[in-house]
């Protein structure tokens, strides 16, 4: 693990530790438990098997975990990394389901339609920390990501910064045939100096796919900008950088499953069709 790598490492174990202090005794308990054990277990092995070990660990430790690194068309990260689903407003960082568990869900339901799937597994959140970013920098933390993904994968021709909105859940929730569907916002930035018009082009078009399967699910495109926005989005790098929402904070884990269904369903569709154009 290179230099740069391992500071980014460390910067994210220290915020998982600040935003998880308190533990239950027990747990502490068990971990003393476990260090007494594992020191026994690895008591007899000498110090060269031990150091072999660390760098087979070492060598695991991928700076882009994903699902597929078989040239994966499709590229899945979060700007918001902590954002929350089945969770309430008044506390947001704890809920059933991450959006970034979200995304590895999407990612398998990819694969499933035979779109190879890339995931990003560095933190955005743990970038900012590391490096002092106020909040608002997040989207330019995860271009960094994003450009890199580009850089090693000649075959990415999707890119997508899933999110969950923080609506209401009767704006974010449809019913159909009885059963109850997380919405799907695009978010287009309108501040793109480039021009959103392809951006926004891409998103409705397959705003008009959703529909035509699941009427309602999909709130359409959203244009962004203006003070305590982005207006960006990174969409400057593609028009194939489309910022999808799926449902809100306490949208349940059932209604976002869903929905994640449909949305890789179509947008396999969509992008087989491009490959095929």
Not at 172 to 192: H, K, P, Q
Request: with cysteine; net charge negative; hydrophobic share 40%.
């Amino acid at each position: 693990m290179d230099a740069q790598t391992r500071a980014r490492y460390e910067a994210w174990k220290r915020e998982r530790i600040r935003r998880r202090i308190i533990y239950p005794s027990i747990c502490f308990c068990a971990f003393l438990l476990l260090l007494i054990v594992t020191t026994i277990v690895l008591g007899n092995r000498n110090e060269e098997d031990i150091d072999e070990n660390l760098v087979v660990e070492q060598q695991e430790i991928k700076i882009i975990p994903t699902i597929s690194d078989m040239d994966p068309v499709v590229y899945i990260f979060n700007s918001h990394p902590l954002e929350m689903i089945a969770s309430t407003h008044e506390n947001l960082f704890v809920g059933d389901m991450s959006i970034v568990e979200v995304s590895h869900m999407l990612a398998r339901r990819f694969e499933y339609h035979g779109l190879p799937t890339l995931v990003e597994g560095r933190c955005v959140d743990a970038k900012l920390h590391h490096l002092n970013w106020e909040f608002y920098m997040s989207f330019y933390a995860a271009r960094e990501f994003l450009l890199d993904a580009k850089n090693r994968y000649s075959s990415l021709e999707f890119f997508i910064d899933l999110h969950r909105d923080g609506v209401p859940h009767r704006y974010a929730t449809v019913e159909i045939d009885g059963v109850n569907y997380a919405r799907i916002l695009f978010v287009i930035g309108a501040e793109n100096p480039l021009g959103y018009a392809e951006s926004y082009r891409v998103a409705r078009e397959l705003h008009e796919m959703l529909e035509q399967v699941k009427p309602g699910i999909s709130r359409g495109p959203f244009f962004s900008s203006g003070w305590g926005r982005d207006g960006l989005y990174n969409q400057d790098l593609s028009p194939m950088v489309q910022l999808i929402e799926v449902g809100t904070v306490d949208s349940t884990v059932e209604e976002i499953s869903r929905t994640i269904d449909v949305l890789a369903e179509i947008l396999a569709m969509y992008i087989l069709d491009f490959d095929r154009e």
